[in-house]
């Protein structure tokens, strides 16, 4: 008890910098920034981290010790859940160079009962370690059912790695607290000696077994077991009938990419034909050009067969107009990066079933889908209040109250700080709050007193909803806090997030549509405008000239989140400040100042996210991209953006109220 305890506060202790570095590293990371900043944020991200990583470590491994792990048990997508762990990791693994792969069971049930943070746990340790110890290669994550037994289902996961290898000898070892195979790799890989440890435990707990096959210099493969409960709530259905009875190329040069790829066509009644190598995927499209529905590329690590690529690419979209899902890496760069600019739609590798299966029936469904496929990381959100939340936030270090503040400030709320549970009690005085953050270890009075102190005052805020910010870990202390008079706990680092759903959940407050572009009129079109937009003579809802989808209404309702008025503002928004946007940018272009230009283009392709101007976020985007590559191409790039913008505004003007009521048949 007196070790947990030590634990407990060293963790706090730790936790409270930690919290400032990554913050504040995450606030500066939005800012305008080169790569060699960017580099050093990174890394500095990074480091932070590895460092969080090991003290949750520490505290993990004492409560088990303790006893106090226990686990939860909810419905979950075992895919999904799986996805995630890999899509957080795929970085890391992608900038050594080295294909991450899931091949999982098409007899996984749709939901099971379990706790998905735990196996999350358990998997980004076998994952990671194994990301750590292969320096080149593949790591393969299966999934497969081993028992069902009336409502209860056990599974295996195993990870296998083309990595260094563990001797016979040495694999005893692994699973004992604070132990590697070889004193020297804690130097060289790093970490605490406790991950598997901790996994062990609570494979343990889920009824499940844990181990290890391996050979010297011949990678390894480590797998788990654990039992789950089947879940009644239905999964939610993948549109199929896009796919159906339809040929699809694929192209990768590992061999179980390709087998998870036809796995999950297959799956979706597609017929696949699969391929490793450019000549015989050149051969295949020459052969069954008109047949084929889709193709899905993926790109090489290497850039030695750029042009091969260039060519095939080419060859598929404008000999046999068929379309192209382009596989690429999640890190940057430049002859991958214009490869991709080349295909219908692009993914991240390892790709995920539902985003892919959208992805597919947009290519193969409706010629309007093509160019509205639009993915969930695609879609950046913004939260408006009904009316902004007064809040007092309560913290003794300078850089995490400002760091607090900061990020409710972003949300649009009226922020108070103050540094002292004294000073808290001194501003409930002054004025009224619709919530405290309040910070819990703090010298004279800290949190747990001032929270007494208020619940015990016979004024008007005594019934002030009072949430703990705090860095203690411990299920135990959550108890304590509630139990002094505290209604919610956040264990920081906190997120944006976290703090709108506190928000949303103690306050009588609501998200509601943004009306900032309510008051605002439409500009008329530029002056400097080449056509007038009464004779252009185009259709409203696309350029016919180039067949492009010029305004899609259905896209920009689902950038919305759904919400029609929200997708009127959002679009009136980009319309009132389109003209000021193209005047700056060619001025800056006429003033030769590059960064300038960049700001302002980076301004335009974010606010064209928003909406559904698919071939004007398309011209920002590439725009943005040749600035940031310091290419040729720029006078090119902002002719065709002011032309696109010209095809916009024509729409707007031929179809006056009309965005908000969006035909399934004609998107535009």
Known sequence: EIKCRVIANMSHEIRTPLNASLGFTDLLRKSELDHRQRDFLATIRKSSLGLLQIINDILDFSKIEAGKVALDEIAIDLRETIEDVLTVLAPSAHEKQIEIISILSPELPGHILADPLRLKQILTNLVSNAVKFTDNGSITVRVNVEEQLNQQVT????????????AEEEQQKLFQAFSQVDTSTTREFGGSGLGLVIAKELVTQM?????????????????????????HSPAQALPLHPLTNKQIIIYDKHPLVRLSLAHLVSDWQAIPQSTG?????????DEKGEQLAAAIISLNFDNT??????????????????????????????ERIKLAELASATLAKPVRYRELNQTLSGLIGPASQITSITTAADVMRTVQFNRPPRILAVDDNPANLKLVSTMLGDLGALVTEASSGAQAIERLNETMFDIIFMDIQMPGMDGVEATSHIRRNPSCYRDTPIVALTAHALESERDTLLNSGMDDYLSKPVTEQQLINTILRW??????????????????????????????????????????????????????????????????MLLANLDSELKDIQQAYQDRNHQDLLSIVHRLHGATRYCGVPALKAAAEHLEATLKRQQDGIAEGIERLVEESLLV??????????????QEDNPG
Not at 307 to 323: A, D, S, V
Not at 527 to 554: F, W
């Open 155 to 166: 599974f295996k996961v195993s990870v296998s790695d083309t990595g260094i290898g563990i």
């Open 207 to 231: 009824n499940g077994t844990i181990g290890v096959n391996s050979k010297l210099h011949y990678g390894a493969n480590f797998w788990f077991t654990f039992t789950a409960g089947l879940s």
């Open 277 to 285: 190598e450019l000549p015989e995927l050149e051969k295949i499209i």
């Open 305 to 334: 067969k750029s042009q091969e690529f260039c060519h095939i690419l080419n060859k598929l979209k404008n000999t046999w107009h068929c379309p192209t899902l382009v596989l690429n890496y999640t890190v940057d760069d430049d």
């Open 507 to 572: 306050t009588d407050i609501k998200i509601v549509d943004s009306k900032t572009s309510s008051q605002k009129e439409v500009k008329k079109p530029h002056q400097q405008a080449v056509h007038s937009i009464e004779h252009t003579g185009l259709s409203p809802a696309k350029d016919r000239k180039n067949n492009k989808i010029v305004v899609d209404q259905a896209l920009g309702v689902k950038l919305a989140a759904g919400k029609e008025g929200l997708a009127q503002e959002l679009f009136e």
């Open 649 to 662: 505004k024509n729409w707007a003007v031929a179809n006056p109220q009309q965005y908000t009521s969006p």
